[in-house]
């Protein structure tokens, strides 16, 4: 399937070709239909906002489980807003593993950036071992149950990104089989859990180590609408070819 969605996930890196360059690439280069979502670390958002071209809209990589207050080093999703950013990466592996983001958390959050009139990029996925122990399917419907907040009664667009844990900057990617057995768990969830135009019409993303070289079997067999690219996503050629692919 063609991708309608990539997302650039730069973490707390950014492009060695410069911002600039880089968004001028993403902006003239390809003829992919895809909507490329950059999300650059929080200090660099307005400087993308300004230089992003009409393809590309900019997204946070995270915010806080509250509108405002008292949490020094936090950054709010109405904030994000403000600054001009239209998605916001809820969830990644790396805050629930790294930041301790339990699934409560990651709930409140969910609910914030709705509020806050973001769009928010959900993500979900299993590590290994509970890959290892077959669970990897019950494991992502619980995530998409305790995702289930009210606010999702008033979204207009949510997307969901499968992203195994095992393979997120490993350089060992899910096969698009693989990818299609959980996207088919993930609708099973929406269908039990959320509201019921979710079941058909959320867009599923599939990431952790997607390149160029292995994107084609995704594409083909994975049964999604897009890609959350990290690593290779600092490199605009390579993102490029992972978008129109
Ligand atoms: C990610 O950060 O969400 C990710 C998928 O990283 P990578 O592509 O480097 O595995």
Request: proline share 6%; with cysteine; net charge neutral.
């Amino acid at each position: 399937m063609p991708a309608r969605y990539a997302i650039a996930n730069w973490k707390m890196n950014l492009p060695p070709e410069g911002i600039e360059t880089y968004l001028k690439a993403l902006g003239a280069g390809g003829n992919g239909a895809a909507r490329i979502v950059v999300a650059p670390p929080f200090l660099y958002l307005k400087d993308v906002v300004s230089l992003a071209r009409s393809r590309v809209a900019v997204g946070g990589q995270n915010c806080a489980d509250q509108p405002s207050g008292p949490l020094t080093g936090e950054v709010s999703a109405p904030m994000l807003r403000e600054c001009g950013a239209e998605f916001v990466i809820i969830g990644h592996s790396e805050r629930r593993t790294l930041f301790g983001e339990t699934d409560a958390m990651v709930a409140r959050k969910l609910g914030v950036a709705i509020e806050s009139g973001l769009t928010p990029i959900l993500c979900i996925g299993e590590d290994q071992k509970i890959r290892d122990a077959g669970e990897a399917g019950i494991f992502v419907s619980n995530q998409v149950k305790s995702a289930a907040v009210p606010p999702l009664q008033k979204v207009k667009t949510l997307l969901l990104a499968y992203e195994p844990v095992w393979a997120i900057g490993t350089g060992r990617n899910a096969t698009g089989a693989m990818v299609r057995e959980m996207v088919t768990e993930i609708r099973s969830a929406l269908e039990r859990f959320w509201p019921s135009r979710f079941v058909q019409s959320a867009p599923i993303l599939y990431g952790g180590s997607v390149t160029p070289d292995n994107v084609a079997d995704l594409a083909a067999n994975g049964q999604i609408d897009g890609y959350l690219v990290g690593g290779a996503s600092l490199d605009s050629r390579k993102f490029l070819a992972i978008t129109t692919a």
